[in-house]
T-cell receptor, first 111, second 112 residues
Framework: SQQGEEDPQALSIQEGENATMNCSYK?????LQWYRQNSGRGLVHLIL?????REKHSGRLRVTLDTSKKSSSLLITASRAADTASYFC???????????FGKGTTLSVSS | ETGVTQSPTHLIKTRGQQVTLRCSSQ?????VSWYQQALGQGPQFIFQ???????GRGNFPPRFSGLQFPNYSSELNVNALELDDSALYLC???????????FGSGTRLTVV
């Protein structure tokens, strides 16, 4: 079963614009992670936010976490064509042994 | 620091055959996990290995099995291949102390 669900499923923007992706999850979490995947290849870890954190920044990435709403958002500022990829949020199962992914948001940035 | 390496990158097998996929984990990581990703879906957890033993398993049948070796590298074996096994298989290594996972580039398996 999938824990996280990303929204929207697909997003198309112009270079320079900001991109916001949302993730909702079902059960309590210790942390939530965001990954990027280029062209069906391996996933790249972007950022991890712990359950006691509300916001975290890394370069052009900003992640927020609202545990009361069981939701997170990923903001990519000043998007570039190279940001074109699928983005996944992931939580861990209760045992801490597995990442549980949503279906992802496919971001397309055109120049 | 080396990343996670998977081999082969692509593979075509016939229904009913067996396949072995390989993964070398990142230096310093003692835990290896395998995921199956069907087209247009998120990765699904198959199992995790720690200290050469299975440490957790997802909803996959017993014909999916694995090994972890003393150097933390790992194999995924799938017996009696079915058409629905066609997918991208991803290996990820991590430290049990937590934090993010490092994924390999995956093996694209096609079953015909």
């Amino acid at each position: 079963s999938q824990q996280g669900e990303e929204d929207p499923q697909a997003l198309s923007i112009q270079e320079g614009e900001n991109a916001t992706m949302n993730c909702s999850y079902k059960t309590s979490i210790n942390n939530l992670q965001w990954y990027r995947q280029n062209s069906g290849r391996g996933l790249v870890h972007l950022i991890l936010i712990r359950s006691n954190e509300r916001e975290k920044h890394s370069g052009r990435l900003r992640v927020t976490l609202d545990t009361s709403k069981k939701s997170s958002s990923l903001l990519i500022t000043a998007s570039r064509a190279a940001d074109t990829a699928s983005y996944f949020c992931a939580t861990t199962n209760q045992a801490g042994t597995a990442l549980i992914f949503g279906k992802g948001t496919t971001l397309s940035v055109s120049s | 620091e080396t990343g996670v390496t998977q081999s082969p990158t692509h593979l075509i097998k016939t229904r009913g055959q067996q396949v072995t996929l390989r993964c070398s984990s990142q230096s310093g990581h003692n835990t290896v996990s395998w995921y199956q990703q069907a087209l247009g879906q998120g990765p699904q957890f198959i199992f995790q290995y720690y200290r050469e033993e299975e440490n957790g398993r997802g909803n996959f049948p017993p014909r999916f099995s694995g090994l972890q070796f003393p150097n933390y590298s790992s194999e995924l074996n799938v017996n009696a291949l079915e058409l629905d096994d066609s997918a991208l298989y991803l290996c990820a290594s991590s430290s049990l102390q937590g934090g993010g996972y490092t994924f390999g580039s995956g093996t694209r398996l096609t079953v015909v």
